[in-house]
């Protein structure tokens, strides 16, 4: 067999780990790999590296960041009275897109989901609690994806923040229920981020 | 920005330099790596340079193989007297997975395309004769795509190949096995025709 070739099959294997990558296109991949100079080979192996080594959680909003403290958290020019809350740092990317919103975020890390055992305590709610304690902040739109556990994940914060006197608001409908976020377009984002309902 | 992360930035340009996949794909792509132990981005850059580096060409049939000569090269049971001519390496694989093929291969690396700059002296095309010469093969299967340029391949080495006394067939034309005859084109139905069989 053609396939018995180890560093081939190896390759394929890691392309078919990806989300969304099946057998048929990880083959198509790892050969296109071949095709290519062997630079490529070492610049993408470097770029995988980098990326995994260099770029972990900013201490404040727990987005990505190659930096302590992250580009955005670092702005001064940004409204620092209003912070997004969202459930994985490729949202964060989604809103930056819009070029509507100025204020700052807060990346969760996911959603309580009781059915897979993620309660609060293992999403950076506290973080954000810390962060509302500095008595800066205003107010916080929650948003975390149209579905049940985003919903339930975002009025668990509501009820949290309210007491502290936080106006708490939640993305717009303008959102196709049960979507990703993250496949959202620029103007459904920009749309839904102007009709925001206080919860 | 988000973005200005520059070790994200570069690991998704290097996700979108892969053949059909886009700018969304990409940082889904690369978004995953930062999501997984970074065990994985370091199998997976081993997984690149191995490749890369352990795999080069056949000395004989000019496929893919981490050895000098690759297994099917160097499998005395396979059939010493047919080599199917294909043009790139993947094809090797599309035939061994069939399992009814138990000859010799000889990877062309790309068909002749005038349009494309590209000649017969730019396919292993020298390297093919050669193997001709030894006087142990019978035929030569041309299994190039059904294109124009894979044609005019086919026959190209077929006028070459006929003078030595060798045998060259070229793939039945026909219906896919599955499909469904309303959506045939209309000349692979006819070339279905022509190349009718007795039941």
Do not use: W
Not at 102 to 127: A, F
């Amino acid at each position: 067999m053609a396939n018995n070739i180890i560093p081939l099959t190896e390759l394929i294997s890691q392309f078919e780990r990806l989300p969304g990558i099946g057998k048929k296109t990880a083959q198509r991949l790892a050969y296109s790999i071949l095709e290519q100079p062997p630079e490529y080979a070492e610049r993408f192996a470097d770029a995988l590296l980098n990326a995994r080594r260099k770029i972990h959680f900013c201490k404040v909003c727990q987005s990505l960041t190659d930096l302590e403290i992250c580009s955005i958290c670092d702005d001064q020019t940004r409204d620092r009275r209003i912070i997004c809350v969202v459930a994985e740092p490729r949202d964060v990317m989604a809103f930056e897109r819009t070029r509507e919103y100025n204020g700052l975020y807060h990346v969760l890390h996911g959603v309580i989901s009781p059915l897979d055992g993620i309660g609060p305590d293992r999403l950076r709610i506290k973080e954000l609690m810390a962060r509302l304690g500095s008595g800066e902040i205003e107010e916080l739109i929650m948003a975390t994806n149209p579905t049940v556990e985003g919903e339930a994940t975002a009025s668990y914060i509501s009820r949290l923040s309210k007491p502290m006197g936080i106006k708490v608001t939640r993305l717009a409908y303008g959102i196709p229920v049960g979507a990703e976020l993250e496949y959202a377009d620029e103007f459904t984002l920009a749309r839904a981020l102007e009709g925001r309902n206080e919860i």
